[in-house]
């Protein structure tokens, strides 16, 4: 059961669209008229808001591991 709910939510943050601009940000950058200058700064906040939550994930995996590992060695 909680490898399903584990998917779940593994799957549902994956295909999540996000805009991550500040409103003073988003009212600059939609007066252009491309809107690409617009999507490369979401992209960047995207990309630096989401490194801590993965190394913060592999550390936290890295620890119940080596937890893990050490119950069942001891009989």
């Known amino acids: 059961m909680k490898r399903k709910i584990f998917f779940f939510l ?20 939609e007066s252009e008229e491309g809107q690409e200058t617009a999507k490369g700064i979401n992209d960047g906040i995207v990309y630096l808001m989401a490194i801590p939550y993965i190394l913060v994930g592999g550390l936290g995996f890295l620890i119940y591991k080596k937890f893990n590992k050490s119950k069942k060695t001891t009989p």
């Open 10 to 29: 593994i799957t549902f943050f994956i295909f999540l669209q996000t805009n991550a601009q500040c409103a003073m940000c988003r009212a600059v950058l």
